[in-house]
């Protein structure tokens, strides 16, 4: 990649924010939390997802808020409140940076939730060292189970009984045909309003104010089946009517389908791409698949920057004006 005006022509989206390497810029001379809590984030990746707490005045934390910023212009908030971060593959970032993120909007006094939907190789839990269940893949499994325990009061509920009552697979694998019967989505529909009075009681709150967290909770044996759009959408709605920001991490995007699925309940998505392992071949093929999707992608996080890379892009916008 020759400059961030090449990114934003091959792609179409705008680069919304530019992080440098963590591990480059931080080292510790910005800490400010007490030397008690210092134990707790020894673990490198818990340090990256909390450097904007942990270190507020170095470059990295800086990039974060300039992130925040732009997002607000955008209409964060306001326009649009649940917001997808995802990456073309592992390794990229886009746990740090939907922590990050997370952080400096909850530091303005915005009620955030982070839901994991990594429900394969989440990481969530460890940055903000809570504990991992119950969380999503526990809440999927309670509108499933509340299905199956359903009294058969009627002839399509007895159907409903009757599918169910099989396997969980053979149940998930129904939910996915075209039909003009609606039976089961009301019955999704009555499970979600018999359950959602307590989704509460699988939040956590962090150690950030303003901030809470749906981990990933216990595996789904099925978490291909159990994350569909018939099923997910209720959860993010009631999310959104509950939070100011709902920030959804994810499987990276070219692995798992999931995270399509995900995208298309979103009102927007942000892509995080590590410039040091950019392929353009990749990246157009994350552009398809988000388009097909009928994805709203807001733009991208290019991370990992040396900070002489950012200065050499950055200065490409004031020499040229």
Do not use: C
Not at 98 to 110: H, M, W
Not at 154 to 180: V, Y
Request: glycine share 4%; no cysteine.
């Amino acid at each position: 990649m020759e400059s961030i005006e090449d990114l934003e022509k091959l792609t179409k989206w705008s680069v919304l924010a530019t992080i440098p390497s963590i591990d480059m810029v931080s080292n510790g001379k910005h800490k400010t939390v007490d030397k008690s809590q210092r134990k707790l984030f020894k673990n490198i990746r818990t340090k990256r997802g909390l450097i904007s707490s942990l270190e507020p005045k170095s470059a990295a934390a800086e990039g974060y808020r300039m992130l925040r910023t732009n997002l607000q212009f955008l209409g964060l908030g306001e326009s649009y409140r649940t917001i997808l971060v995802t990456s073309n593959s592992p390794g990229e970032g886009k746990s740090t940076t939907i922590a990050n993120l997370a952080i400096t909007l909850a530091n303005l006094g915005n009620k955030v939730l982070i839901v994991d939907a990594d429900v394969r190789v989440p990481t969530l839990h460890t940055i903000f060292n809570v504990k991992a269940e119950p969380g999503l893949g526990d809440l999927l499994k309670g509108i499933i189970k509340y299905i199956n325990n359903m009294e058969p009061a009627s002839e399509e509920k007895a159907l409903i009984r009757d599918i169910t009552g099989k396997s969980e697979l053979s149940f998930l694998r129904d939910i996915h045909k075209e039909s003009d019967d609606n039976f089961i989505l009301d019955a999704l529909g009555e499970a979600w309003n018999q359950i959602s009075p307590s989704v509460s009681d699988l939040l956590q709150a962090t150690n950030i104010d303003n901030l809470s967290i749906l981990t990933s909770g216990s595996k789904l044996e099925y978490p291909g089946e159990l994350i569909t759009r018939k099923v997910m959408k209720p959860i993010l709605q009631y999310f959104k009517n509950n939070f100011d920001i709902v920030l959804i991490d994810s499987a990276p995007l070219l692995l798992i389908p999931d995270t399509l699925v995900i995208s298309s309940l979103v009102d927007v998505v942000l892509l995080v791409l590590d410039e040091n392992r950019f392929d353009e071949q990749m990246l157009l093929q994350a552009k398809n698949r988000l388009r097909n999707a009928k994805a709203n992608v807001m733009g991208i996080i290019l991370n990992k920057l040396e900070q002489s890379t950012i200065y050499k892009k950055y200065s490409y916008y004031y020499t040229s004006n």
